[in-house]
């Protein structure tokens, strides 16, 4: 597929209806009152541990609605993020040295405040220096997705408005570049209708629609795995498309951002290329999959096991 051809949400494919639905609802659904319920709901009882196969064999039965690009089962979608990001960004253990100014479009890159167009005016590599291992990076693809199970039966059943799409603020009017803005769906929803921040408190302090992103990072945080502190946060906000890869090219939510934000940027743009670019229709063996991944899953994952949280009923 060439890359104009993906994120396409104006097709009259009658499937992309399913796809309307779901941002209506989640833009009239989600609000700070719902995320600390699901919260709250997650993350009060005690994780199970699940052999991170199992997990990921549970994603084989789910399918995204919000998706435009595929209709693969995400177990393969897992490993095509993982070895683009191995094939494009990735030389051995390190970053390969990929000018920033690269990750961004014209428009993007135009509408950049002077200090960070100066801080990405290097390459990839050199922006991270305290980062020595990156292997790391690969297994965020693998497992980005992982969130997705709260769609399963075990794990909440959650609506896919409450699971997939795109992530947004709340506190925070809905900035213009976010997907069917024009329809102004979130008309009723005041919590897209204020804004409570102060400037630049960073997104760490700001409430996010609930979602894969939220639950894995969250997950992550609470359970034994080696994964550094820029795994969860490249997992946490990859599906924040209006600010780390905005439609109109003009940045959103700028005015959250704090300088840690800025510094991940360029990192998130590459899982977020990865992500959607490595959608294909080539189906790898799973048993081939299991092999190649195996070493990378144990170093990060002690025993090959995820305590994932399941929702209390
Ligand atoms: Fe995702
Ligand atoms: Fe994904």
Not at 173 to 185: A, G, Q, R, T
Not at 224 to 237: F, G, M, Q, T, V
């Amino acid at each position: 597929m060439s890359t104009d051809t993906f994120r396409n949400y104006n097709s009259t494919i009658s499937s992309l209806s399913k796809i309307e639905k779901t941002y209506k609802k989640m833009l009239e659904n989600q609000n700070i009152e719902f995320v600390n319920e699901m919260t709250e709901d997650f993350f009060m009882s005690n994780p199970v541990d699940y052999n991170i196969w199992n997990a990921i064999d549970m994603l084989d039965i789910i399918i995204d609605e919000s998706d435009p690009d595929t209709d693969l089962p995400q177990i393969v979608h897992a490993f095509q993020t993982a070895e683009t990001i191995r094939s494009t960004y990735m030389n051995n253990n390190k970053l390969k040295n990929i000018p920033i100014k690269s990750l961004f479009t014209e428009d993007e890159w135009f509408d950049l405040p002077i200090q960070y167009k100066n801080m990405y005016s290097t390459s990839i590599d050199m922006l991270y220096p305290n980062i020595i291992e990156w292997d790391w990076f690969i297994l965020v693809g693998f497992i980005h997705d992982i969130g997705k199970i709260m769609l399963l039966d075990n794990f909440g059943n959650l609506p896919q408005w409450a699971v997939v799409g795109d992530t947004f603020p709340l506190g925070n009017k809905l900035d213009p570049n976010y997907v069917y803005s024009e329809k102004k769906y979130e008309s009723s929803n005041i919590d897209l209708s204020t804004n409570i921040y102060i400037n630049n408190c960073g997104f760490k302090n700001v409430f996010f629609s609930w979602g894969h992103d939220e639950y894995l990072a969250k997950t992550l945080e609470r359970g034994d795995n080696n994964l550094p502190p820029e795994a969860i946060y490249i997992i946490r906000y990859h599906s924040f498309y209006s600010w780390h890869t905005p439609s109109n090219g003009i940045r959103g939510y700028k005015h959250l951002a704090n300088h840690y934000d800025w510094l991940m940027l360029p990192l998130l743009k590459c899982l977020q290329k990865a992500d959607l670019y490595s959608k294909s229709n080539n189906i790898p063996n799973k048993s081939e999959i299991k092999d190649k991944y195996n070493d990378l899953v144990s170093k990060y994952f002690p025993f090959q096991n995820i305590k994932l949280f399941q929702k209390y009923i």
